[in-house]
């Protein structure tokens, strides 16, 4: 081994093999880029042990070479766990800003947690803005999220949205734990409020003082016999002691550690429908990245739950479906019709905790304009919009009739 790959190795070998965060300086002290890491030995090993890729001005990345050669330190900050290590990481980049962390101060391309201030407040994923963040990752961010609402569940339910008690349903998530159900009354005010508390206090990385306070309330109850909530609160205490984040994990070790630069209308997705009377109903997504077309982005969606004309179901179904997968947010969400059809896109959105904007391009009672609803995020222009809609109407039509002529030959 040369005296070069020793050095460098210095860098490392006394790093432990476990979850945490580094952060990575050079002759000054001067920190440069800060991550997270399950194993922080083999992360950090693989800045200089792999190929350097070359920068890609597309997507202002830059050379893994370049801040490489300038790092002379590596400091580091143990963690429990990998999810712990994320929240840490998103700290210590809004405290310090490190140049290869963040290219441009407008971090509006990165996710935050928002908390909003409402009787029963919603934990949201917003762009450009919140409580906690920036997180760089928004997979494991997304992935944080969902861990954290299986601990201490959550609503995503507008307060304004409350309807009178003999109006209420459940809805999906109460029924599969993820909702304490303020929709139904079934929480109230105060109780719900500690849970807030309480994920607020692990965003903050206080751990253990959350631990300590359920542990309380777990004794008090079991004292007064309440063994059910007793139950309950030492179940949480279980799972945040035992936290189980193997796909955040698993996100680390795909080594995706460059940034997604950019304002956050680089993605712009598109939704229409397309059937007859509710027959062969399909749905497209279409995607344009930086104002252009990106074709390999285009999804196509077979409507599986409605036989009939309804559009806004329809819609809600393939939107349920996109975002349940992993692929990339868009900071702008376009949809092909009136406000009926906005407000189910909102409502979907607000289903997953996601703030992104939405836009509908209505054709007006005569189908001869186009009348926008919603707002769009600044600088987008409308005649993209409009290009974007033509596009996936066509994408979406060419589908059906796809679909139709399959269906007509087995006849």
């Not at 290590?85 to 140049?99: D, V």
Request: proline share 5%.
């Amino acid at each position: 081994m040369n005296k070069a790959n020793t050095k460098l190795e210095k860098l490392y070998n006394k790093l432990p093999e476990s979850p945490g965060v580094y952060l990575m300086k050079d002759s000054r002290g001067r920190i440069l880029y800060i991550g997270k890491a399950a194993n922080l030995r083999r992360r950090v090993s693989s800045y200089f042990e792999r190929p350097h890729d070359p920068f890609d001005k597309a997507q202002g990345r830059y050379k893994i070479q370049r801040l490489v050669s300038e790092i002379r330190k590596v400091d580091y900050q143990k963690t429990d766990t990998a999810i712990e290590a994320l929240i840490l990481e998103s700290q210590l980049i809004k405290k310090y800003e490190p140049p290869f962390n963040v290219k441009e101060k407008d971090d509006k391309s990165f996710l935050w947690v928002e908390i909003t201030k409402e009787k029963f407040p919603r934990v949201l994923l917003a762009r450009g803005r919140g409580n906690y963040g920036p997180f760089t990752s928004a997979s494991s961010i997304r992935e944080a999220l969902k861990i954290i609402r299986r601990i201490f569940p959550f609503s995503v339910h507008p307060t304004k949205r409350f309807y009178p008690e003999w109006r209420r349903r459940a809805c999906f998530e109460y029924e599969i734990g993820l909702c304490p159900g303020t929709c139904i009354g079934a929480i109230n005010q105060k109780n719900y409020l500690k849970t807030i508390r309480n994920i607020k206090l692990f965003f903050e990385g206080k751990k253990e003082k959350v631990i300590k306070s359920l542990t309380r309330e777990m004794n008090l109850a079991s004292k007064n016999l309440e063994f059910e909530k007793a139950e309950k609160l030492r179940r949480q205490i279980f799972s945040l002691q035992h936290i189980q984040d193997i796909a955040l994990i698993r996100n680390e070790e795909i080594g995706n550690w460059k940034l997604e630069i950019g304002n956050s209308a680089e993605r712009i997705e598109c939704y229409d429908i397309s059937n007859i009377s509710g027959t062969s109903a399909v749905g497209a997504m279409v995607v344009f990245e930086n104002d252009k077309p990106a074709p390999n982005e285009y999804r196509k969606f077979r409507i599986r739950s409605i036989m009939k004309s309804d559009d806004v179901g329809m819609l809600k179904e393939i939107l349920r479906r996109r975002f349940r997968n992993n692929w990339p947010l868009p900071g702008l969400v376009l949809i092909d019709g009136g406000r009926g059809q906005v407000n189910a896109a909102q409502s979907v959105l607000d289903e997953f905790g996601l703030k992104i904007p939405v836009v509908g391009i209505a054709k007006g009672p005569r189908r001869k304009k186009n009348d926008f609803i919603g707002k769009a995020p600044r600088g987008i222009d409308k005649s993209i919009l409009i290009q974007l809609r033509n596009e996936a109407h066509r994408f979406a039509i060419s589908y059906h009739k796809k679909i139709r002529s399959a269906e007509s030959l087995t006849r």
